[in-house]
Structure formats: structure tokens, C-alpha cells
């Protein structure tokens, strides 16, 4: 007769309910949409000096004679969004080895449709804003906010085609790419060398602890802690070191699949036989043996890269990007008005609502017209046009890359006004545009 199966414990139930909600796709982008409403509620209360004087609070870190001192708002931009980006990087290095950038036939057609939707915004806000102060913003419109777009491909749930989802996912990662490039590149102050040198020295230090096969987390975080020091005396952006230090962690397996089976199934059987001593696994030590060897052997036969982006991406989901929205997002809606003719606004909403669905639509129709790629199954050029659009919320990335832009407030006020309404429209236009479409047949190009 089979055994009772054990009661689930009242926490478990308690739980379960914030459990199911996490597991879902679109559970991100709502937490994010309610931190983004929240700020800018916040922000415009009879209590928005309390918004302004909290992000502004001086919070110190040190050990011994060392002290680093900044405020809040450092800590959130320079500091969290560094493990937002070491997860980005994650993910890129992830998908270019493994997933739709890995062969150059899957990856031409996000890789071409990503890079149209990154140069078309970029000269629509240059047209309006290239001999102006608002130059330097040029990279605003560029990127897309991974997050809301798929929380938007998840509402829509059937109605849009696996093959769009995952076109979009990896159009996304390499949008994140060209803005690492363009922030390393063009968002750097004068350089440190010897601070740069200095980093050079750990990442030639994390490589050589890859090579020789250190899987522990400890290592990598200890020496990536000193690389993130190193980069933010270097004049580099110091997420950068995020990206960094991601391509450096081992995406090998301590053990192949056959051998894991093998002692999985030596193990398993093992733990059968301690089993009809009827002892529990408290008391029993062969049972705690055999626990003990099969975690290990799950250890052993996952990639270290593959467990940290799965152990770090609920805390990036749930706690970084929300609160990065929160610490961001505030912005006093009084000034809408003057935002309205602004060339840094309009620079954005151009480049976001009309830059991101004529770019990624032409560079895909090109792409497939040349035969250097074609469109995933099911996936019609009205699923790409709507696509196009959704990719045009720039949320988060947007904000962080004006907060690199400007440094004068009524500049990035101006910034974050357009942004906010762009990733809005954006996002309602390609919501109602992927509705319509549904799971109609591809069409020829001709």
C-alpha cells in the first residue's frame, strides 16, 4: 500500500500564492509599471521633497580604513543596476553560445532588425537635437526595456506566435549589447589607467580561475566586487564591470549528461534500499548519504553560468528593477507643458514611437528580401511591424542612459517626460496592432 504523501505545511500554503504570481511572465512588468506609478505619484504629493531628500541620503560602505560614501540614488544606479547588467551579460553570453545567437542564420534577423531599431532612433533624435544641448542624449531611444515587452508578448498570451516571442527576446539582448557597447564606448569620462589597468589585472585573474575549473559563486563575487572598485575609479561606467565579470563565470558542466545518470540512478537506488528500514532520513545516515551525493551530482552537472542567472533573475525582477523605477521615475508632471516643444522630449518620442517600428520592420524586410534570414514560423510581417512597436518601450534602459546623458535636472526631467509617454504609446500601439494581427499566416515578401 502506497505511503500517506506528507502535509503540506501551513507556510507552504501561505506562500504559494506569491509563488504563482512570481512564476508568471508578466508578473515583472506589472511590479514594475506599479513602482513607476508610485514614484511619480510620489513625486508629485504634497510630500515630493521627501522623494528628492530619500534618494539623496548619504549611505557609507567600508571595512577598516576604507570608506566609499555616496547617496542612495549612487547606490541604486551604480551599485544594483551593476547585478542588473552582470544578469544582462549573463544572458548575452547565455544566448551566444547556446540559444538564437548562436547560429548565424537564427541570429541574422534579430541581429539586423535590432541594429535597424538602434541606428533609426538615434538619427531621428540627432535631426532634432544634433547642434542643441540635448546632443549628448542620442543613446536615449536606443534600447528596449526586455521586461515590459515580454510582460506585454505574455498578456497577449496565444494570440502572438512562439516564433515572435522569441524573435523579440533576442532582438532585446541585442539591443542590450549595443548599449554596453555605446556606454563603454561614448559614456566614459577621461580615463584612470592605472584604476583600468587594475581591472585588467581581475579579469585576467577571473579568466584564469575559469580555465582552471573554480565553480564556487565566492571567488567570482569577491573578485568581481574588486573589479566594479576598479572600473569606478577608471572614469568607465562601473556597469560595465556587471557585463564584465558575467563573461567570465564558466558555462561548463563539472559532469556530461550519461555520467550523470549513470551515478544518478547508482545514488537513487541506493537510497531505495535505505528506505526499508523504515528510519527517517533524520535518523538515517545512509539515506542523508545518498541525499548528499545527488545534490552534488545536480551541482556538478549544471553550469555555474546557468544556476546564478536562474538564482539572481527573481532578485533583478523583484527587487533591482523596481526599485530602480522607484528611485527614477519620479519626475513632476508640472513640467509637461514646457516638455511638450522640447527637443529632448520630442528627440525621444520620435526616436521610440517612429525610430524603433521603421527601423526593426525595414532592417528585417531587407534582411529576408537579401536571403539573409527569414521570418520564424508562424510570424507574418504585421506580427514584425507590431513588434517593432512593443520594442519601443525603453523603459529602463532609456532612464539609465539619460541619468548618463545630462547632468543638468531640467535636461533630464525633459528626458524621462519623453520617455515615460514613448514606452506608454509604444506600448498600447503594439499591444492593439499584435491583438489584431492574432495568429494570421505569413505573408510573401513580394
Given at each position: 500500500m502506497a505511503r500517506n504523501s506528507t502535509p503540506q505545511a501551513p507556510i507552504v500554503k501561505l506562500v504559494r500564492p506569491f509563488q504563482e504570481f512570481a512564476a508568471r511572465e508578466t508578473s515583472g512588468g506589472i511590479l514594475l509599471l506599479a513602482c513607476t506609478i508610485a514614484a511619480l505619484v510620489w513625486a508629485n504629493s504634497p510630500w515630493s521633497e521627501s522623494y528628492a531628500s530619500l534618494w539623496h541620503t548619504s549611505l557609507s560602505v567600508g571595512m577598516g580604513g576604507f570608506t566609499l560614501s555616496h547617496d542612495l540614488h549612487f547606490w541604486v544606479n551604480d551599485g544594483l543596476m551593476a547585478v542588473f547588467f552582470f544578469v544582462v551579460g549573463l544572458e548575452i553570453k547565455r544566448e551566444l553560445l547556446a540559444g538564437e545567437l548562436a547560429s548565424p542564420r537564427q541570429a541574422a534577423l534579430p541581429i539586423l532588425a535590432a541594429l535597424g531599431g538602434v541606428v533609426v532612433p538615434a538619427l531621428?533624435?540627432?535631426?532634432?537635437?544634433?547642434?542643441?544641448?540635448?546632443?549628448?542624449?542620442?543613446?536615449?531611444?536606443?534600447?528596449?526595456?526586455?521586461?515590459?515587452?515580454?510582460?506585454?508578448?505574455?498578456?497577449?498570451?496565444?494570440?502572438?506566435?512562439?516564433?515572435?516571442?522569441?524573435?523579440?527576446?533576442?532582438?532585446?539582448?541585442?539591443?542590450?549589447?549595443?548599449?554596453?557597447?555605446?556606454?563603454?564606448?561614448?559614456?566614459?569620462?577621461?580615463?584612470?589607467?592605472?584604476?583600468?589597468?587594475?581591472?585588467?589585472?581581475?579579469?585576467?585573474?577571473?579568466?584564469?580561475?575559469?580555465?582552471?575549473?573554480v565553480r564556487n559563486p565566492i571567488p567570482y563575487a569577491l573578485a568581481g566586487c574588486v573589479l566594479w572598485m576598479a572600473v569606478l575609479q577608471s572614469g568607465v561606467h562601473s556597469t560595465i564591470a556587471g557585463v564584465l565579470l558575467a563573461f567570465m563565470i564558466p558555462s561548463r558542466t563539472a559532469l556530461n549528461q550519461s555520467e550523470f545518470l549513470r551515478d544518478s540512478r547508482a545514488v537513487l537506488d541506493h537510497f531505495e534500499r535505505a528506505t526499508e528500514s523504515e528510519r527517517s532520513v533524520l535518523s538515517d545516515s545512509e539515506q542523508q548519504v545518498a541525499i548528499e551525493a545527488l545534490e552534488d551530482g545536480c551541482e556538478k552537472v549544471q553550469p555555474p553560468l546557468h544556476r546564478l542567472e536562474h538564482g539572481l533573475h527573481p532578485w533583478v525582477t523583484f527587487a533591482i528593477m523596481p526599485l530602480f523605477a522607484l528611485a527614477n521615475a519620479g519626475v513632476p508632471l508640472m513640467g509637461v507643458g514646457k516638455a511638450v516643444g522640447n527637443p529632448i522630449a520630442l528627440g525621444v518620442v520620435l526616436g521610440l514611437v517612429l525610430g524603433k517600428p521603421i527601423g526593426i520592420t525595414l532592417?528585417?524586410?531587407?534582411?529576408?528580401?537579401?536571403?539573409?534570414?527569414?521570418?520564424?514560423?508562424?510570424?507574418?510581417?504585421?506580427?514584425?511591424?507590431?513588434?517593432?512597436?512593443?520594442?519601443?518601450?525603453?523603459?529602463?534602459?532609456?532612464?539609465?542612459?539619460?541619468?548618463?546623458?545630462?547632468?543638468?535636472?531640467?535636461?533630464?526631467?525633459?528626458?524621462?517626460?519623453?520617455?515615460?509617454?514613448?514606452?506608454?504609446?509604444?506600448?498600447?500601439v503594439g499591444s492593439v496592432i499584435l491583438l489584431r494581427t492574432g495568429q494570421e499566416a505569413p505573408k510573401s515578401i513580394a
Amino acid at each position: 500500500m502506497a505511503r500517506n504523501s506528507t502535509p503540506q505545511a501551513p507556510i507552504v500554503k501561505l506562500v504559494r500564492p506569491f509563488q504563482e504570481f512570481a512564476a508568471r511572465e508578466t508578473s515583472g512588468g506589472i511590479l514594475l509599471l506599479a513602482c513607476t506609478i508610485a514614484a511619480l505619484v510620489w513625486a508629485n504629493s504634497p510630500w515630493s521633497e521627501s522623494y528628492a531628500s530619500l534618494w539623496h541620503t548619504s549611505l557609507s560602505v567600508g571595512m577598516g580604513g576604507f570608506t566609499l560614501s555616496h547617496d542612495l540614488h549612487f547606490w541604486v544606479n551604480d551599485g544594483l543596476m551593476a547585478v542588473f547588467f552582470f544578469v544582462v551579460g549573463l544572458e548575452i553570453k547565455r544566448e551566444l553560445l547556446a540559444g538564437e545567437l548562436a547560429s548565424p542564420r537564427q541570429a541574422a534577423l534579430p541581429i539586423l532588425a535590432a541594429l535597424g531599431g538602434v541606428v533609426v532612433p538615434a538619427l531621428l533624435y540627432s535631426a532634432l537635437n544634433a547642434r542643441g544641448p540635448g546632443a549628448p542624449g542620442w543613446g536615449i531611444p536606443m534600447a528596449t526595456d526586455i521586461a515590459f515587452a515580454i510582460g506585454v508578448m505574455a498578456l497577449l498570451g496565444e494570440r502572438v506566435p512562439l516564433g515572435l516571442k522569441v524573435f523579440l527576446t533576442a532582438l532585446a539582448i541585442v539591443d542590450d549589447i549595443a548599449a554596453v557597447l555605446v556606454i563603454a564606448l561614448f559614456y566614459t569620462a577621461e580615463l584612470a589607467w592605472g584604476a583600468l589597468g587594475f581591472a585588467g589585472v581581475c579579469l585576467l585573474t577571473l579568466f584564469a580561475a575559469n580555465r582552471l575549473g573554480v565553480r564556487n559563486p565566492i571567488p567570482y563575487a569577491l573578485a568581481g566586487c574588486v573589479l566594479w572598485m576598479a572600473v569606478l575609479q577608471s572614469g568607465v561606467h562601473s556597469t560595465i564591470a556587471g557585463v564584465l565579470l558575467a563573461f567570465m563565470i564558466p558555462s561548463r558542466t563539472a559532469l556530461n549528461q550519461s555520467e550523470f545518470l549513470r551515478d544518478s540512478r547508482a545514488v537513487l537506488d541506493h537510497f531505495e534500499r535505505a528506505t526499508e528500514s523504515e528510519r527517517s532520513v533524520l535518523s538515517d545516515s545512509e539515506q542523508q548519504v545518498a541525499i548528499e551525493a545527488l545534490e552534488d551530482g545536480c551541482e556538478k552537472v549544471q553550469p555555474p553560468l546557468h544556476r546564478l542567472e536562474h538564482g539572481l533573475h527573481p532578485w533583478v525582477t523583484f527587487a533591482i528593477m523596481p526599485l530602480f523605477a522607484l528611485a527614477n521615475a519620479g519626475v513632476p508632471l508640472m513640467g509637461v507643458g514646457k516638455a511638450v516643444g522640447n527637443p529632448i522630449a520630442l528627440g525621444v518620442v520620435l526616436g521610440l514611437v517612429l525610430g524603433k517600428p521603421i527601423g526593426i520592420t525595414l532592417a528585417s524586410w531587407l534582411a529576408v528580401r537579401l536571403g539573409l534570414a527569414s521570418l520564424p514560423e508562424n510570424v507574418s510581417w504585421k506580427h514584425i511591424h507590431g513588434a517593432g512597436w512593443v520594442a519601443g518601450i525603453g523603459f529602463t534602459m532609456s532612464l539609465f542612459m539619460a541619468g548618463l546623458s545630462f547632468r543638468d535636472e531640467a535636461q533630464i526631467t525633459a528626458a524621462k517626460l519623453g520617455i515615460i509617454t514613448a514606452s506608454l504609446c509604444a506600448g498600447i500601439v503594439g499591444s492593439v496592432i499584435l491583438l489584431r494581427t492574432g495568429q494570421e499566416a505569413p505573408k510573401s515578401i513580394a
